[in-house]
């Protein structure tokens, strides 16, 4: 499945093109460090640092692989230069953009400066909620 169908032509050079095929609704927990995704596991890498025009696409790309069929979305955040507030809002707009769907987003790769401001901000609970009951697309 191509993560940037459904968006407009031509990725933001911070957000490189990403595919992974649908997963089923009973998807198991995000892979862990040094584990690749799952087979039913589709993955949005978040790459470089993010601008707050970047968050508007990344959003939309969730919601086309969610709308597209996958029930699980793994965040590759591993490439993200030196994560700042853009990157939280942006992970919390993903997450809240899972949650709209009924779903939510594993997180891979996550550095220690990424995980502390996570905890800090109380987004490392919130991104594992699920949500209930999902909207259609």
């Known amino acids: 499945m191509d993560a940037s169908a459904g968006a407009p ?37 978040l790459a470089g640092p993010l601008t707050a025009a970047d968050v508007p696409g990344l959003c939309a790309r969730l919601e086309g692989l ?29 997450g809240l953009t899972a949650a709209r769907r009924g779903r939510h987003i594993g997180l891979r790769g996550a550095g220690g400066r990424l995980r502390a401001l996570l905890a800090l901000t ?3 609970e919130v991104l594992a909620l699920r949500s209930s009951p999902p909207q259609g697309c």
């Open 66 to 94: 969610l709308c597209g069929g996958a029930a699980r979305v793994v965040c590759d955040v591993g490439r993200l230069d030196a994560p700042d507030a853009v990157a939280l809002e942006a992970l919390a707009r993903l």
């Open 9 to 45: 032509p031509g990725p933001s050079p911070h957000v490189p093109p990403d595919s992974g095929p649908p997963a089923p609704p009973d998807s198991g927990p995000a892979p862990g460090p040094g584990q690749a995704p799952r087979a039913d596991t589709a993955v949005l890498v």
């Open 122 to 124: 109380g987004l490392d």
